[in-house]
């Protein structure tokens, strides 16, 4: 149910961003495009809604395969991506779109214990990415993801 | 001598006095004597002499396990080598009545003899020699009227034996059968103290070989008489009950005496049921010296049953200490508990992450819409600061906070002071000054998030300390130093940061429950989970955590954390770490 919402919402807001962001003085220059990948719809779609309404424009994907189509497609500044997810996983799609967009910043965000593991097998491939523990208050993220 | 006369009783008067003599004189050498070869060989000459035989044999008994034979065992006379072609004679070969019916035998011609169809000794002699005519046989019997063996005495010439003759060797040989006894019982006597003493020994090393294992073990013996309720001690036992060895003493009045309090109730059920059902007794409790140290003892023991009666008179038994197995065990409950505790805790964090992510996501989302009025607005405010509270928990229990997951380099200088003023506002607020002394270039190797969330905690519980209203200024004192060397396990390297405040202190009952986890003191702010994981921490590191409190005035409470440099190789599941 907030699924549909969210997701209409999310959609919604992201053509309205550039709007909402020109009132912004943080973000003078063009706004950072940011991919939100969460296989928790709610969550995505969200994270999706606080970004667009801080001045970024984000959009969701619901998985890693879906992650790296829009990554082709969309082109963005910022990929912030749950780690534990079914089939390709965020660290996989994290390195796969690293591959085509190598100045994109990868940040990782995950609730489990698991996702170390993940990581050092990514730093094994020598992928180092930053990673955010769930959960994370949205004005810490976004203050996160503002900072270089 | 017996030779040249045929009647070995004449009436001559010197020749009888010689006879008396001898036998006199063979009495007395047999009761002195000491050994079987003397005593059979006097006994036999004397005979010899006495009777005035040419030939004469001693045949001692065997007494086999089947079997009965009859041993030549000395031989006496001028001709002794016509023994020589002797053979031993079996018992079918002997006289019968001298060896089995224990008879005296005299034949005036045992050539002719109708009693005697048989072979006979002396009858199958060598051919080179005249046969035996005259033939007295004589058994020595002990006193229990055993056949001992058998004087036989022979002579080449018809009827040379005579009445007086017979009864002197007769004499010669129940005095031949008293001297065999008397040595025989000696040697009994011998034997059976030989086995007395070798018996004794045996209880000597046994014994000794106990008291060794009980040294080894530790242990203590006591019995205990159930009519009197007497106790008695042994060194050891008594030392471990802190008693006195081998003083009497009720069981009742040292149970009352020594046993800690907790377990008086069950160290008497104990007894009791043991009473009735019987088996073994064991008992594990702990006991308190008169300065007041307790040690955990375990006593064992088997009934004492009267002769013949199942009634239980009283017990043996053992005691020893067991303090370091208890607290190991303790530990090691501990641990369990703190393992499972931590598994589950960490499996719901990770069930609420998500949800608490998106739900955090929701009132941030409908807080920041511009069309919600204020005071709804307000509320989900309290809501956010509410969730965000929960968003602690989870992240404390899951351990999981950390913004680099590999250890680095900690300059804990930089660390201390950047959580320090995290707080600060709080402390303002508070009217808390907190002071840092830390020694320059406090590095650790070590997972970052975690180090800091040990020193958020404590200075958290610093902050917390303090009760409201307060009548003075709280201070707060952070001190850093170097450890160098034998200080710290291993010679090491490490730091100690020492966190002091003039709080209220921790109460007595709270101290030992402080680092167990769901344990607070913040009753309705407390997760109960902030040393729990402080703690974990600081151990996986490699490091101690201690404290020091005082609830009295001045009051304050001292938190020491020590951590080595370089962090420790992970341990292994075969060597848990062990607390006091």
């Known amino acids: 149910m907030h699924n549909t919402f969210l997701s209409s919402d999310a959609r919604e807001t992201m053509s309205t961003a550039t709007s909402q962001a020109d009132g912004d003085s943080v973000l003078a220059t063009s706004p950072t495009r940011i991919l939100v990948v969460d296989d928790e719809p709610l969550i995505a779609d969200t994270i999706v809604q606080i970004l667009n309404r801080n001045g970024f424009i984000a959009e969701a994907a619901y998985g890693g395969r879906e992650a790296i189509d829009a990554a082709r497609r969309i082109n963005p500044e910022l990929i912030l991506s749950d780690v534990l997810m079914p089939h390709i996983d965020g660290v996989e799609a994290a390195i796969t779109i690293q591959k085509f967009l190598p100045e994109a910043r990868i940040v990782l965000f995950s609730g489990q214990a698991a996702t170390v593991e993940i990581l050092a097998r990514a730093r094994v491939r020598g992928y180092h990415f930053e990673l955010l523990a769930k959960p994370l208050h949205p004005t810490q993220l976004i203050k996160h993801l503002r900072q270089e | ?580």
């Open chain 2, 1 to 580: 001598m017996g030779s040249d006369s045929t009647k070995a009783f004449s009436p001559d008067g010197s020749q009888n006095e010689q006879r008396l003599r001898l036998l006199v004189e063979t009495g007395i050498l047999l009761a002195s004597e000491r050994s079987l070869d003397v005593i059979v060989q006097a006994a036999l000459d004397a005979g010899l002499h006495l009777c005035s035989a040419r030939y004469g044999a001693f045949f001692y008994n065997n007494i086999g396990d089947n079997d009965k034979s009859y041993s030549l065992y000395k031989e006496a006379g001028p001709d002794l080598n016509i023994f020589a072609t002797v053979p031993e004679p079996h018992c079918t070969e002997i006289p019968k009545d001298s060896f089995l019916n224990q008879l005296i035998v005299r034949s005036p011609d045992i050539t002719r003899d109708p009693r005697f169809t048989e072979n006979l000794p002396f009858a199958a002699l060598s051919p080179n020699h005249p046969p035996v005519r005259s033939y007295l046989s004589v058994p020595v019997r002990s006193r229990a009227g055993e056949s001992l063996g058998c004087l036989i005495y022979g002579h080449p010439d018809v009827d040379s034996f005579t009445p007086a003759s017979e009864d002197l060797v007769a004499t010669i040989a129940s005095q031949a059968a008293v001297a065999i006894d008397n040595l025989r019982l000696s040697e009994n006597l011998t034997y059976e103290i030989s086995q007395v003493d070798a018996a004794r020994a045996l209880q000597r090393e046994t014994s000794e070989r106990l008291r060794q294992a009980l040294d080894a073990a530790q242990l203590g013996t006591w019995t205990w008489d159930r009519a009197t309720d007497l106790l008695d001690l042994d060194e050891r036992a008594a030392y471990l009950f802190h008693a006195e060895p081998h003083a009497p003493i009720t069981r009742t009045a040292l149970r009352k005496r020594v046993v800690a309090i907790e377990d008086q109730a069950y160290t008497a059920e104990n007894l009791e049921r043991f009473l009735e059902t019987g088996g073994i007794y064991t008992a594990e409790y702990r006991v308190e010296s008169p300065d007041g140290i307790q040690t955990w003892l375990s006593a064992s023991g088997n009934a004492t049953f009267a002769p013949n009666s199942p009634d239980i008179i009283g017990m043996v038994g053992t005691v020893q200490d067991i303090t370091t197995r208890k607290t190991q065990e303790t530990a090691l409950r501990q641990s369990e508990k703190l393992a499972a505790t931590g598994r589950l805790a960490a499996t719901i964090a990770h069930e609420i992450n998500n949800p608490l992510e998106a739900v955090t996501n929701l009132i941030y989302l409908s807080r920041t819409d511009p069309d919600v009025p204020e005071p709804v607005q307000q509320l989900l405010e309290t809501a956010d600061a509410e969730l965000a509270r929960v968003a602690q928990i989870a992240q404390q229990t899951l351990g999981f906070y950390r913004d680099t997951t590999r250890p680095i380099e900690i300059k804990l200088n930089d660390l201390l002071h950047s959580v320090v003023d995290l707080f600060e506002r709080k402390m303002v607020t508070r009217k808390i000054s907190c002071t840092l002394d830390l020694e320059p270039d406090l590095c650790i190797h070590g997972l970052q998030g975690e180090i800091r969330q040990v020193f958020s905690n404590l200075i958290v519980n610093a902050i917390d300390a303090f009760t409201y209203p307060m009548l003075k200024p709280g201070r707060i004192h952070i001190r850093g130093r170097h450890l160098h060397g034998a200080k710290f396990g291993g010679g090491q390297e490490a730091v100690s940061i020492l966190i002091c405040d003039e709080g209220s202190g921790i109460s007595p009952t709270a101290r030992a429950r402080i680092f167990s986890p769901f344990f607070t003191t913040k009753l309705s702010v407390g997760t109960g989970l902030g040393l729990w994981v402080t703690r974990g921490f600081v151990e996986k590191q490699g490091g101690t955590i201690c404290f020091h409190t005082r609830t009295g005035d001045p009051s304050g409470t001292i938190f020491r954390v020590v951590l080595p440099v370089h962090i420790p190789p992970p341990r292994t599941a075969s060597t848990p770490p062990l607390r006091a």
